[in-house]
């Protein structure tokens, strides 16, 4: 039964038939365990340029769906072919998001699926039990292990000249719609039914959503004696404060909020990072860098909330006197294991000649880390390692979060 609906749904060309991803030797955790370069099934490299003013969303290229498979994702737009079309302006040509389905233990091209989208972005996130939902421009779409479409939701012409970005939690459960002009306005969407609930105006800054609630930075006015501050707004319930930074203190930043799990916020600096419970407490774990070295975002958390991965950059060229912008290179990826605040697991970025990446994701049991760089996926084996359980939920965790000591953005 299996066979026969993929043979129904798919075309021969679109499973990746003959297509063998090139297997590594065991030479080592610094060497991939496999890696797929997706020019074999359509990437072409395209990237937008002027297409995607007022729209934020970019979800991550690569996204395990659960251990055994791993989804890639990259957009193409149709080739012009004849000369009555020649004249055709090129962003008015048809765009369509790629998925390619990937065995995770050997690289294999199980089988691939294309949806047409309306503006340059788009992607896939995971929300469990092999599930995953598709988010484009003008669809939030549902769909089964099997690659059966369970529900929907279209956005109208309206809701999609004013979507700003889609918000969606650790657990993919939750989905956050954000619209700018005329005005900020947010809206909630489970993502088990993709039932939306009304919409509200607000004025959030650097969102990020848990299953039931959001994080945000406020600014107050200087004369509350605050200058930064981090809060909770559950769906149902009081808003709080996590941090706050009073004025004429050294740091002047909490950090950007960042859920890592539906249960620990991470407050990210340029060049450190603090994680928290969310319901307050102890520091689980703080990481600090080098002045020159360059935390990017977001982090990459896996689907059980006990590992993450974090890349460093550095910036390189780039003259303020000459008003040169610089350019940033990757230098590393940590992966960390809750709550040891060393990284369990290092990946090299000169040793492996890999100056940048598009797409970074871990496993749901934390133990493969993929990246996406130049078209090219790698999957990495990750060490496990032992440690103590810390229970996120504990009532007895709740004395006032430390402000991260870190510097200030520039």
């Known amino acids: 039964m299996w066979i026969f609906f993929w043979g129904i749904l798919l075309t021969r060309s679109s499973l990746g038939l003959g297509h ?38 970019r979800p991550n290229p690569l996204y395990f769906t659960d251990n055994k498979v791993l989804i890639a994702t990259f957009i193409t737009r149709e080739v012009v072919t004849t000369l009555a079309r020649r004249d055709q302006p090129g962003e008015s040509l048809p765009l369509k998001l790629h998925g390619i389905f990937l065995d995770a233990d050997t690289g294999k091209v199980q089988v691939s699926k294309e949806w ?13 039990d092999g599930r995953f939902i598709v988010l484009t421009p003008g669809l939030v779409a549902l769909y089964s292990p099997s690659l059966e479409l369970v529900k929907d939701f279209k956005l109208s012409p309206e809701q999609q000249s004013h979507l700003w970005d889609f918000h969606v939690s650790p657990t993919g459960q939750s989905i956050l719609v954000e619209y700018h002009y005329p005005d ?36 107050p006015n200087l004369t509350s004696g605050v200058s930064h501050k981090v809060l909770i707004r559950p769906r149902d319930g009081p808003e709080r404060t996590i ?11 909490c950090g950007d909020p960042e859920f890592v799990s539906d249960d620990v916020l991470a407050l990210t600096m340029p060049h450190g990072l603090t ?22 975002h977001p982090l990459h958390p896996s689907a059980d909330g006990k590992r993450f991965a974090a890349t460093l950059w550095e910036h390189k060229g780039g003259s303020a006197l000459l008003d040169i912008g610089f350019h940033s290179v990757l230098k590393r990826i940590e992966i960390y294991n809750l709550p040891n605040p060393h990284p369990i697991y290092t990946l090299d970025a000169k040793q492996r000649k890999i100056k940048d990446v ?14 996406l760089t130049d078209g090219v996926v790698e999957v990495y084996q990750i060490p496990p390692e032992h440690t103590d359980t810390v229970d996120l939920k504990n009532g007895n965790l709740h004395l006032q979060v430390p402000i991260p000591a870190a510097k200030p953005k520039p």
Request: aromatic share 10%; net charge neutral; proline share 7%.
């Open 116 to 128: 047409p989208i309306t503006r340059p972005r788009g992607g896939v996130v995971a929300s469990g």
């Open 20 to 57: 063998k991803p090139e297997r590594k030797a065991a030479s080592g955790a610094d060497s991939p365990v496999w890696s797929v370069d997706l020019r074999s099934v359509g990437f072409t490299g395209y990237a937008p340029k002027q297409e995607t003013w007022g729209l934020n969303l």
């Open 184 to 219: 900020s306005s947010f809206q909630w969407i489970d993502a088990g039914s993709l039932q939306p609930q009304p919409a509200w105006k607000d004025l959030l800054t650097h969102v990020f959503i848990f299953d039931n609630g959001l994080a945000f930075e406020q600014n």
């Open 243 to 253: 941090c706050r930074v009073l004025t004429g203190q050294v740091n002047s930043s």
């Open 358 to 371: 598009s797409g970074v994701a871990l496993s749901p049991d934390g133990y493969l880390m993929a990246i």
């Open 275 to 296: 994680l928290v419970p969310k319901s307050g407490g102890d520091v689980l774990l703080k990481a600090s860098f080098r002045d020159d070295e360059w935390l990017g």
